[in-house]
C-alpha cells in the first residue's frame, strides 16, 4: 500500500484511505463507461478510444500531480511506491492478462465496477480472476523459477535514460496529447464514412 | 457530445501541456530523489540488513555472484597498497555519480567502517537498493578472511566454523592459524604471497591494527 501523505504507521486510518480512493476510482471508471465489456474490447478492435483516452488521461494527472507536489515539497516521492521489474514473467503475465481482457472485456478493476454497477458479465469475469488467483497459487512450485526470473530491480525512465524527471514529464505530456489529438481525427473520419462509427 | 466539452477538452489540453512545458525547466537532475525515507533506511540498519560480513563477501566473490560490485572507497595510494579482489576504487564524492544497474550488488568498503557507511547511506539515498558495506572494513577482511584464527580451546563447533573459513581463506592466499598463533599451512610470512614485501596483506594487517581500530 502507498500512502505518501500519510505517516508510515497509518495502519487503520490508511485502510480507510485506500478504500475513499478505491471507491472514487470505480466511480471515475463506471462514468467513463469502463465497466462496459464492448466498449474495453472495442480498445482492442480500433473502434473505440476511450480506454486509451481515459487512462492517458489519468496518467497525465497523475504524473503531474506527482510531479508537481514533490517539487512543491508536499509530497516525497520516495515514499511512492514503485513495483520492480521481472522482464520474463511480466511479459509471460502480461500476454496472458491481454488474452483474457480482449476475450472477458474487462481487466480485474473493471470487471468489479461492471459487477457493482449490476452487470453479470463483471460477476463471471470476477469469478475467473478469484478461479486465476486460486490456480496460480496451486501451480506456483511448478512456475517458481519462471516467477523469480530476468530481476531488473526498480526502473523509471529518469533512471533509465539518464535525464532528469521533469524532462520525462514533458515528453509524456508531448505523446498523450499527440495521441487525443490523432485519436480525436481518426474518429472523426470514421464518423465520416458510409456505416462509420457513431 | 455537447458543444462546450471540446471547450472544456482544450482547457485541460493547454493546462496540461502548460504544466509539461514547464517541468521540463523545472526538473534538474534527481527531483524525483529528493527525499529520502529516513524512516525506511533507519529499519533497515536496525534489522542489520545494512551490511554484509568479511567471510560472506569472500564466499561471494569465490562463487561468482552475479552483478557483484566491491567498491573501496579509500584513497588511490591506499588501493594501491592492497584491496579485497576484485574490487574498484571509487571516492565517496565520485560514488554519488556512479552509474550502478538495477541488477548490481554493491559492496562498500573502507579502512574501518565508517565511510564505507556513510557511501552506504549515499547510494541508499540515490535510490540504489542493493547495498551493502563491511562493518569493520578492510580490518574485517584481514582478520576473518586472509588470516581467521581458531582459539586455543575451541568447540566443536568453533571448529567446524573454522575449518570452513580456513577454506575459503586459503582461496584468497590468507593464512589460517590455530591456537596461540601457529599458522596451520606453515610459516605465514613464506605462505603469503607477497607477505615480506610491504604490499602483503599481513603487513597491511600489522597497519590496520597499528592504526587502533
Redesign the interface.
Known sequence: MTLPFLA?DAGAAGLGVALAVGVAFGWGLERAGLGNARRLAGQFFGTDFTVLKVLFSAI?TAM?GV??L??MGIL????VYVPE?WLLPQAVGGALFGVGMVAGGLCPGTSCVAAAAGRRDGLAVMGGMLAGILLFAAAFPLIDQLYEAT??????F??LL?V???????A???M??GA?AGVEAFERRAALRPGGAS | MSGRAPRA?RLL?IA??T???L???????????????V??LAREVEAEADHVTARELAAWIRDGREGLRIVDVRTPAEFADYAIPTAENLSLTALTRA?I???ETVVLYSEGGAHAAQGWFLLRAR?V??VYFLREGLYEWLTQVMTPVLPDGASAADRAAFDSAAELSRYFGGVPRAGGGASVDGDASAALPGASAEGGSAAAVRRVRRRGC
Open positions: 508510515s497525465v503531474l510531479f508537481w514533490a517539487q516525497d516521492p520516495a515514499r521489474t530481476p531488473a530491480g526498480t526502473l523509471t529518469p533512471d539518464r532528469p524527471p521533469g524532462t520525462v514529464v514533458a509524456v505530456v508531448a498523450a496529447l487525443f | 477538452h489540453a496540461a501541456a504544466l509539461g512545458a517541468a521540463l525547466v523545472a526538473g534538474g537532475a534527481g527531483a524525483t530523489r529528493q527525499g529520502v525515507d524512516v525506511a552509474a544497474r538495477p541488477d535510490g537498493k542493493r
